[in-house]
């Protein structure tokens, strides 16, 4: 199957721009186009300690415009790979981060996602949890994971 719709969540990480540029790679084989995908994950932020109007009048726009600057990134990234691609905001309060990536999958009816690891084993993973494991058991398409490398 060729790869024509690849779904990339990206944070700005040097792990999800390790996965950022397979997918630049695997596009620009297969012809295919990237949706960038950054969700914004209230719920890593929130701390219980501020008020709700404080952390939606001061935190989330922050939020928000950190997210478009790597989407902006990420795109220009792609642009001069000569791929395709285009950027998505994705809100996940009330949910978490690797359901708002399987949704976005599905709703964008992606044939591929690409997602950056850092490949943690053992403890490590136990610790703390694995973003890549899940959005491996909720994808509705095949899943690519890009291993950073050690030192990151």
């Known amino acids: 199957m060729a790869y024509q719709r690849i779904l990339v969540p990206v944070d700005g990480s040097p792990t999800s721009l390790r996965g950022l540029e397979e997918a630049i790679r695997l596009a620009r084989s297969t012809g295919g186009r990237l949706r960038l995908l950054h969700v ?34 990420a795109c220009a990234r792609a642009e001069v790979a000569g791929v395709p691609a285009e950027p998505v ?3 996940s309060f009330a949910t978490r981060v690797c359901d708002a990536v399987a949704d976005e999958a599905g709703r964008w009816q992606a044939d591929l996602i ?15 949890g694995s973003d890549a494991e899940q959005v491996l058991r909720l ?14």
């Open 40 to 73: 914004v994950d209230e719920l890593t932020f929130a701390t219980g300690f501020e008020t709700g109007a404080a952390f939606a009048g001061d935190v989330m726009p922050l939020m928000r415009e950190a997210g478009q600057a790597i989407l902006q990134q």
């Open 114 to 128: 690409v997602l950056g690891t850092h490949g943690r084993r053992g403890v490590g993973r136990l610790l703390l």
């Open 89 to 91: 905001l994705c809100d």
């Open 139 to 152: 994808a509705p398409v095949p899943v690519l994971l890009v291993r950073a490398p050690a030192s990151a």
